[in-house]
């Protein structure tokens, strides 16, 4: 199976190297908009483009990757809410299993439904360890999901849960408080979590400022992804880039 975007995503957390993913929803873009986001994107040295949504209502999954696909070399990541958002002409997927959660169909039923069709789109296949964390307010994320969130506070809960994942091989740990969350992860969750497992750690849910990456950064994630955010104001990309690649290093 292909490696190469994950054998990246290891070799730049060696670096400290830290990644800023910008999240597209199929269901809130169109032509125009994901123009205007790829060429802040190209600009501001975006890393990823993660696509997909807890409900993806729209059919243009395809078009909005082709779209992204012809026009630059950002690297294109499934973040899908369900199997139907798999896209051939995407890079990788990120094949989630929500271990936060309790719900066998979205640990493991939906998997062993969609296995073959998943292995025949040919993508880089990136087993990560979901867990969504309580952010103030019930996000689609966790309506669809039929499972309770970790709560804010737990952050021994988070721990055992990511390091648990991580010994059940997953490659990447995503921290996620949901799109559109009133309150985003505690740099204190983000730093228990990173300080106790190797593998790359995504953030993302409800950071609207750049500081807010900053300080995750800083804390300890790697790839740190804003949607909601840029879906408001595309200009904040630049900022939010800027803030990521701050050449911060964890000591
Ligand atoms: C949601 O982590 C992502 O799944 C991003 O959240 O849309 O709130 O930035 P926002």
Same mark, same amino acid.
């Given at each position: 199976?292909?490696?190469?975007?994950h054998?990246?995503?290891?070799?730049?957390?060696?670096?400290?190297?830290?990644?800023?993913?910008?999240?597209?929803?199929?269901?809130?873009?169109d =032509?125009?908009?994901?123009?205007?986001?790829?060429?802040?994107s190209?600009?501001a040295?975006?890393?990823y483009?993660?696509?997909?949504?807890s409900?993806?209502?729209?059919?243009?999954?395809?078009?909005?990757?082709?779209?992204?696909?012809?026009?630059?070399?950002?690297?294109?990541?499934?973040?899908?809410?369900?199997?139907?958002?798999?896209?051939?002409?995407?890079?990788?997927?990120?094949?989630?299993?929500?271990?936060?959660?309790?719900?066998?169909e979205?640990?493991?039923g939906?998997?062993?439904?969609?296995?073959?069709?998943?292995k025949?789109?040919?993508l880089?296949? &990136?087993?990560?360890?979901? &867990?969504?964390?309580d952010?103030?307010?019930?996000?689609t994320?966790?309506?669809?999901?039929? %499972?309770?969130?970790?709560?804010?506070?737990?952050?021994?809960i988070?721990m055992?849960?990511?390091?648990?994942?991580?010994?059940?091989?997953?490659?990447?740990?995503? &921290?996620?408080?949901?799109?559109?969350?009133?309150?985003?992860?505690?740099e204190k969750?983000?730093?228990k979590?990173?300080?106790?497992?190797?593998?790359p750690?995504?953030?993302?849910?409800?950071?609207?400022?750049?500081?807010?990456?900053?300080?995750?950064?800083?804390?300890?994630?790697?790839?740190?992804?804003v949607?909601? %955010?840029?879906?408001?104001?595309?200009?904040?990309?630049?900022?939010m880039?800027?803030? =990521?690649?701050?050449?911060?290093?964890?000591?």
């Amino acid at each position: 199976m292909k490696q190469e975007l994950h054998n990246k995503l290891v070799d730049k957390k060696k670096q400290g190297k830290k990644s800023f993913a910008v999240l597209i929803d199929p269901d809130k873009v169109d =032509v125009a908009s994901i123009e205007q986001i790829l060429e802040l994107s190209i600009e501001a040295k975006v890393d990823y483009f993660f696509v997909g949504g807890s409900l993806v209502i729209s059919t243009h999954l395809d078009e909005c990757i082709q779209q992204l696909k012809a026009a630059c070399n950002i690297p294109i990541v499934l973040f899908p809410g369900s199997p139907s958002q798999v896209s051939k002409y995407a890079d990788a997927l990120l094949y989630l299993s929500l271990i936060s959660g309790r719900n066998p169909e979205l640990l493991i039923g939906q998997h062993v439904i969609s296995a073959p069709f998943v292995k025949k789109s040919g993508l880089e296949i &990136m087993p990560t360890g979901y &867990m969504v964390i309580d952010g103030g307010a019930p996000t689609t994320v966790s309506y669809i999901s039929n %499972a309770a969130p970790i709560p804010a506070d737990k952050t021994d809960i988070a721990m055992c849960t990511a390091m648990a994942g991580e010994m059940l091989g997953m490659k990447l740990i995503y &921290m996620d408080a949901g799109s559109g969350a009133k309150i985003p992860i505690s740099e204190k969750m983000i730093e228990k979590v990173s300080s106790h497992i190797e593998s790359p750690l995504i953030v993302g849910g409800g950071i609207i400022e750049p500081e807010k990456a900053y300080l995750n950064c800083k804390a300890g994630a790697d790839i740190i992804v804003v949607g909601n %955010a840029i879906e408001k104001d595309a200009s904040l990309i630049k900022e939010m880039s800027a803030a =990521v690649h701050s050449g911060f290093v964890k000591i």
